[in-house]
């Protein structure tokens, strides 16, 4: 069976965790995108697309951000399949016309966070889960008919809207990559010192059941392919 090849745009500012994890994670052929140096794709010969997390927001005034956004905007009009993390997610739900705020608190660790058991992409993953999470912006409003899937008291964690989805929180992460991320955040040492505490074997280990979304993720994309090309028109769909 020919592997599947996405399309990954990575706006971690050139963060080497977020390559090796990403490559880690997802099983199919990727080509990756710094776009934030402006590197995205010249056309949409792919089966589906990743958007990464950031340090920026997307309500930025910085160059590659709209540009960004305009691609984003062509590829799900023809159709292909996307999968937001964090950032991701908020760009998503900002381009197809949700809004994107600060909320006015950072929500850092890991957390526990419930699905709605309603989507396949949370198939296999208990209606209560623990994922790591850094954030400080959050989609306050969906776009129009986007469905929820996951939320705690922080903020939405999860949305789809034909073949697109995003997640708040973050499902790639490893050890080294919440250690790392929380000695950059500007933290009282109290706080970064009990978030560091929480990243153990134990919590790791739980929040490895919200890697399923990969998975989950790149079988649906699988069936968008088998059942036509996958670059038809927005709304169609392959699979609930």
């Known amino acids: 069976m020919d592997r599947l090849r996405i399309a990954v745009l990575n706006a971690s500012h050139r963060d080497a965790n977020t390559t090796r994890n990403f490559r880690r994670e997802l099983d199919a052929s990727l080509a ?9 794709p010249d056309g949409f010969a792919f089966d589906a697309a990743v958007v990464t997390g950031s340090r920026s927001s997307v309500y930025w005034d910085e160059p590659w951000i709209p540009r960004t ?26 381009v197809l016309g949700g809004t994107v705020e600060d909320m006015g608190a950072y929500e850092v660790g890991y957390s526990a966070i419930e699905h709605t058991g309603e989507s396949r992409l949370f198939a296999g993953i208990d209606r209560e889960f623990t994922a790591f999470t850094s ?90 392919r088998e059942e036509g090309d996958g670059t038809t028109a927005a709304g169609g769909d392959a699979a609930t």
């Open 69 to 94: 956004k305009a691609w984003v905007a062509e590829a799900v009009d023809r159709g292909l399949p996307f999968l937001g993390i964090c950032w991701g997610h908020q760009l998503l739900a900002d």
């Open 32 to 40: 990756e995108f710094d776009v934030t140096s402006g590197h995205l």
């Open 135 to 224: 954030h400080s912006d959050a989609v306050s409003a969906l776009p129009p008919g986007a469905e929820p899937l996951a939320e705690n008291e922080y903020s939405n964690h999860g949305f789809r809207k034909d073949r697109v989805f995003g997640v708040q929180f973050h499902p790639e992460y490893d050890p080294k990559t919440a250690r790392d991320l929380v000695h950059e955040k500007e933290l009282s040492d109290e706080r970064r010192e009990s978030v560091l505490a929480e990243i153990t074997d134990e919590n790791y280990a739980a929040a490895c059941e919200a890697k399923l979304v990969f998975d989950n993720f790149v079988a649906y994309v699988r069936e968008v």
